[in-house]
């Protein structure tokens, strides 16, 4: 399942639960736009939030990329601004294209990383993970019915690096790939819920540890209500060190208060 289809299905959720929705496209070829365009033109669906394009921000030369960056940048945040905090902007992004993430990482509330449990996806998963500063959630979705032992090591590796494994795991529709809608997207409707619901993940901390993982469960490491730099200090610290955020917490009390 293409990051396009799920950008565009966020899109929607969003929209249906009442929220205005922005959905900036900044692919190479106009990946979310175009798909819009074929769900109004063939299926004749009505699509309840806007898109816009920014076509500019493939930097094609290094020399471009401080410049078309922070511009990227700045039109990002007017679109945010302009919402006045109570509205949402799902950006679309290319694959493979780090130095966009890393351009748009600090005025990113949270990052959604889809992952089809596959070895091909595990090493870019991972390294899309590490790019980014910004809170990660990972939404697990299966080209198969089934998930097997191997399938939830791969996805273990994973929540190990990430903030939150979502429980809201995509099912393939082949409907996807005619850029239709399914009957039931309630797998969307469940995670826009959660986000709304706890207010950017706001949560009691899970008593489960990233490597007891399975499928069904959400990963919440750390309350995210602490401030937005040490949480992206303690991120980085995680990456670094190898360790989870919460081990990283529970030693830093230890070593300050017992």
């Not at 494994?165 to 995670?191: F, G, H, M």
Request: charged content about 25%.
């Amino acid at each position: 399942m293409a990051r396009t289809t799920i950008s565009v299905m966020f899109a929607r959720a969003f929209s249906q639960a009442g929220k205005k929705v922005i959905l900036a496209d900044t692919t190479v070829g106009g990946d979310s736009a175009r798909y819009i365009k074929n769900i109004k033109e063939f299926q004749k669906i009505a699509i309840p939030f806007e898109v816009r394009e920014f076509p500019d921000a493939a930097f094609s030369h290094r020399q471009d990329f401080l410049e078309g960056s922070a511009k990227l940048r700045a039109s990002i945040q007017s679109l945010k601004e302009s919402m006045g905090g109570k509205g949402v902007v799902i950006i679309d992004t290319s694959s493979h294209h780090e130095d966009i993430l890393r351009s748009l990482d600090y005025i990113t509330d949270r990052a959604v990383i889809p992952y089809d449990y596959s070895w091909a996806a595990l090493d870019p998963t991972l390294c899309t993970i590490n790019t980014l500063t910004a809170t990660t959630i990972v939404l697990p979705h299966g080209r198969y019915s089934t998930v097997d032992d191997g399938d939830i090591g791969r996805l273990n590796q994973v929540a190990k690096k990430a903030d939150h494994v979502s429980s809201a795991a995509l099912n393939y529709d082949e409907k996807y790939t005619r850029c239709a809608i399914p009957e039931s997207t309630s797998e969307y409707d469940q995670l826009v819920s959660i986000l709304l619901k706890q207010n950017a993940f706001s949560t009691e901390e899970a008593d489960v540890e990233a490597s007891d993982v399975k499928a069904a469960d959400i990963v919440v490491q750390l309350n995210t209500r602490i401030s937005l730099r040490y949480r992206r200090l303690l991120t980085q610290l995680s990456r670094d060190t190898g360790k989870t955020i919460r081990s990283l917490v529970e030693e830093s009390l230890e070593y300050a208060y017992l």
